[in-house]
């Protein structure tokens, strides 16, 4: 099972950069890594997707190594809107059908 | 606004009560998903359905009974529930179950509390 860890929490500055790390050794071949972005008594948002490398949208970038087991989301220059929990998810694609693991989430916290 | 509307937000029920959750979703969804969210554990998937058929059962108790009657709703059906049963109860759904790049959309929750 591809289970993942990543820290509890963080705290961080506006205008500073955040990388979180998200770990999943035993991510299958199939398998994507997803970053959800969830506010208090609202349902988790999706962030960003990949498989490998890297990946950049408008709000955030992920970066995943070959061995693909672990994946960093970088937020650029953070406000106060970005405290929120951070869940990484390792979904299982085509073969691995139906294995969604979802982290116990990162509390990220900026301050002014 | 998600595209996945979740009703009741909030939820009282003494431990015999019978309820339901409902959860309805305009995006053209094939798949749709329930899960519990505890406040000291991880999101955890209850159940699956893809084109309204169920395609995961994680375990999960027979208190709880899922129903999906087309592709646009979703149930979760509730009888003689625990107090650790107290959560808060997220669907989503995703374009296909199981394909590439199919992210979800979440509802925002269901907050159920058991006396």
């Known amino acids: 099972l591809a289970k993942t860890t990543q820290p509890i929490s963080m705290d961080s500055y506006e205008g500073q950069e955040v990388n979180i790390t998200c770990s999943h050794n035993n991510i299958a071949t199939n398998d994507y890594i997803t970053w959800y972005q969830q506010f208090p008594s609202q349902g988790p948002r999706f962030i960003i997707q990949?498989?490998?490398t890297k990946v950049t949208n408008e709000v955030a970038s992920l970066f995943i190594p070959a061995d693909r087991k672990s994946s960093t989301l970088s937020l650029p220059r953070v406000s106060l809107s970005d405290t929120a929990v951070y869940y990484c998810?390792?979904?299982?694609?085509?073969?691995?059908?139906?294995?969604?693991?979802f982290g116990r989430g990162t509390q990220l916290t900026v301050w002014p | 606004e998600t595209g996945v509307t979740q009703t009741p937000r909030h939820l009282v029920m003494g431990m015999t009560n019978k309820k339901s959750l409902k959860c309805e979703q305009h995006?053209?969804?094939?798949?749709m998903y329930w899960y519990k969210q505890s406040a000291k554990k991880p999101l955890e998937l209850m159940f699956v359905y893809s084109l309204e058929e169920r395609v995961e059962n994680n375990s999960v108790p027979s208190r709880f009974s899922p129903e999906c009657p087309n592709s646009s709703h979703l149930f979760l059906h509730l009888h003689t529930l625990q107090p650790e049963d107290s959560a808060l109860y997220l669907c989503a759904s995703s374009q296909e179950f199981g394909e590439a790049y199919q992210p979800q959309h979440f509802g925002d929750g269901t907050r159920l509390s058991i006396l």
């Open positions: 998810l390792v979904e299982g694609r085509g073969s691995t059908l139906g294995r969604l693991y």
């Open positions: 995006l053209g969804h094939n798949a």
């Open positions: 990949g498989y490998k």
